[in-house]
């Protein structure tokens, strides 16, 4: 039987989801190399394989530093999944061109403060290959199919990417509006292979997944049995008063969720003792139990201290294969029954 499989990959404060669809071909959903080195190199890991897409969820450098040498060197990439505005592209590139007229130049420098300077070679790459399509992600988008498997963007909305443009015109105009929070641009894909989804939250946000909830419902998709845990386990994802993403997983058998804890200070407690009650968690590294092993060789535990190195790295790949009937079985990695972080209070 033809099956999906999807690995997570340890990345430090950062994110690595490789898709392997059922022909063989590879979708790349973020890239970051590990600084324990627990993650392979992007293009052992990639070698030899047809990349369907290489996405970027979001403008933040942790969540693609690893696309960029893989977008300059990989031979056989056939899109560039991404939902920065050509507008931003514009920006990004054209504070790298010194022979642009001095006050767009300037308007644009000013405009990509508290932006990674990692776009400007990410974009770069892209440009520079004419075998790789830019693809623009956006929720009102029909579903991309590979091999069967139907890619749908729940996130972001029209209106959310209306809202960083309506703030570049004012800007034009002299007006000083501080940019909105770049993750509310993060992309929320979720892959269907028959009755399986797996649901790729990015570091989606609240008002994102409140849309994202509309989407799944208009589109008949079923729950995930396989989601990716946005924004670290940060507490700003998750709607306490509504709906949440967790809403949206499947139970009896839960949905296995997988978090990448960015630093010592992910997951929130809350966020972490909601996703051990209502999923079977599965952690890449988690904040909660502290450095360890041989990132705190003596085990010094400081409350209130904030861990130098990151937070504790519980598996460095947790690898689940989906099957088109709506199973999932887990292949590699172990869940949080044992992982010191479940003893958090």
Request: glycine letters at 6%.
């Amino acid at each position: 039987m033809e099956k999906l499989r999807v690995d997570f990959y340890e990345s430090g404060d950062g994110e690595t989801i490789i898709i392997t669809f059922p022909g063989g071909g590879l979708g790349i959903v973020d890239a970051h190399p590990s600084p324990s080195r627990s993650r392979p190199d992007i293009l052992s890991l990639t070698k030899g394989k047809t990349i369907h897409f290489a996405c970027l969820t979001h403008p933040h450098a942790d969540h693609g530093v690893d696309l960029i040498p893989l977008l300059e060197s990989h031979p056989d990439i056939r899109s560039f999944w991404h939902t920065a505005s050509p507008l931003d592209a514009f920006i990004f590139w054209t504070t790298e061109t010194t022979n642009y007229p001095s006050p767009v130049h300037q308007f644009a420098h000013d405009l990509r403060k508290g932006w990674a300077d990692f776009l400007t070679d990410l974009y770069g790459a892209v440009a520079r290959r004419d075998d790789i399509q830019p693809h623009l992600l956006q929720s009102n988008l029909l579903p991309a199919v590979i091999d069967g498997v139907e890619i749908h963007c729940l996130s972001p909305d029209e209106a959310i990417r209306n809202k960083f443009e309506r703030v570049y015109r004012s800007r034009v105009s002299g007006e000083r509006a501080a940019l909105p929070n770049p993750n509310s641009l993060s992309a929320i894909l979720a892959l269907r292979w028959g009755s399986s989804v797996a649901l790729l939250g990015g570091d989606a946000l609240k008002e994102n997944w409140d849309t994202a909830h509309a989407h799944h419902h208009h589109r008949k998709l079923p729950k995930a049995i396989v989601f990716k845990v946005p924004h670290h386990g940060a507490r700003n994802a998750m709607n306490w008063q509504a709906a949440n993403y967790l809403d949206l997983c499947a139970r009896a058998p839960n949905a296995r969720a997988v978090l990448f804890a960015g630093d010592a200070d992910h997951p929130d407690a809350d966020v972490y003792r909601k996703l051990r009650a209502q999923t079977d968690l599965l952690c890449l590294a988690n904040g909660l139990a502290g450095a360890q092993g041989e990132m705190n060789p003596l085990q010094i535990n400081l409350p209130g201290a904030r861990a130098a190195r990151g937070p504790r790295v519980c598996n460095p790949v947790v690898s689940i294969e989906l099957d088109d009937k709506g199973n999932s079985t887990l292949l590699t990695g172990n869940n949080c029954e044992a992982c010191p972080a479940h003893l958090v209070p």
